[in-house]
């Protein structure tokens, strides 16, 4: 049957597995270490801070991998976000008292990077094998490969715990190791050599997107990404583990099983949202920001004001993050698929990596407001801010051009 297909849909097969096998030891790794520093008495900002070069990097890989994407081939960057996921997990199998935090906070720094250049190159790489007016299967594509890619990271998460369980901390990085390295030897000897690869040689100066639309895409993804991270990354575990008393397995499991649901709905969302009217456009992100930018504010109100005994806090917290992930889910979907298709198609990593920089720096920015508005003024104001930040992306959302608009550009 493979032998059949084309040689695009054999290329998309190799990077889109490229990647599901990158996310799977992504996530695994990071409930891996989670829950193994939690287990030797590490306080919770200490493993906090475990993960903040991990962030940082992001942001400087995306703004920069895009330009060495263009410049030598989006199959190396691949390649070499999967060698150096296999280096970071290598520093981590060193003796139990070598890994302090300095080492593991470098170790999740390569990690970061590693993460960044393979998703930058995977998401660069489907322009690349999708005719220029098949918009609507570029949609199709694209959201099968982030939906994806978010549901094995929720399996990852699961995975971690998992290996932890029943070979240990070591044995589940060295199989995590052993794994990848497979993958990455299959994917040199099947990644085609020039995908992605720019006809002229970029500038540096180049990173820097000159596109209007590109640069307001890439604020409202800022944006988006900063309201989510504000009280999912830090206050929503903390408030589930102290205010409502779930033990480690419920809090991990339950956003383990949130992530992947997220997933799926971003997968779907070529559905969801119509494609047989067409692929989205400008108008398509301005409403459906708009809408989620209501949820926040009523799940913060349905928390605070009175309420009966079927409706607790808790119920209207559930219920509201099942809503949010959903509409959540189709807003990143439209995203990735219109960064892709604004995107040009000569050094198309520029622009995807431009994207993507802002992205990294609004996890980065909600991550650090998460834990510092949680501890000063509860999860409440967390919600709230996550409402302010996500109008901020439907106002940048309101320049997005119009499918009209982008036909003739």
Partial sequence: MLAKLSADIKQYLVVTGNYWAFTLTDGA?????????????????????????????????????????????????????????????????????????????????????????????????????????????????????????????????????????????????????????????????????DLGRASLKPKFRDIFSKSPAINCLSAARLFLFSARDVWFVVALPVYLSQTLNWDHWQTGGFLAAWVIAYGIVQALAPRLTGINTGAPDGRSALRWASLLAAIPALIALGMTAGYDVSLTPASVLIVGLMVFGIIFAINSALHSYLIINYARDDGVSLDVGFYYMANAMGRLLGTVLSGWVYQTAGLAACLWISSAMIVLAALFSIRLPTRAQAADT
């Avoid at 590693?114 to 998401?123: C, I, Q």
């Fill in 29 to 193: 790794l990071r409930m891996l270490v989670v829950l193994h520093f939690h287990g030797l008495g590490y306080s919770p900002l200490q493993i906090a801070m475990l993960f903040l070069f991990y962030e940082i990097f992001g942001v400087i890989t995306n703004l920069c991998g895009g330009w060495l994407g263009a410049r030598i081939g989006l199959n190396r960057t691949m390649n070499a976000g999967l060698l150096l996921q296999i280096l970071a997990l290598g520093m981590l199998l060193v003796p139990a008292a070598m890994l302090t935090v300095p080492w593991v906070m470098a170790a999740q720094a390569l990690s970061g990077v590693a993460k960044d250049l393979n998703k930058m190159s995977a998401k660069s790489a489907v322009k690349m094998l999708v005719p220029a007016d098949a918009q609507r299967s570029l949609y199709r594509w694209v959201a099968l490969l982030t939906g994806s890619k978010n549901a094995l990271k929720g399996v990852g998460f699961f995975l971690g715990g998992a290996l932890l369980t029943t070979i240990g901390f070591g044995g589940a990085v060295l199989a995590m190791a052993a794994g990848l390295l497979l993958v990455f030897l299959c994917s040199l000897m099947l990644l085609k050599k």
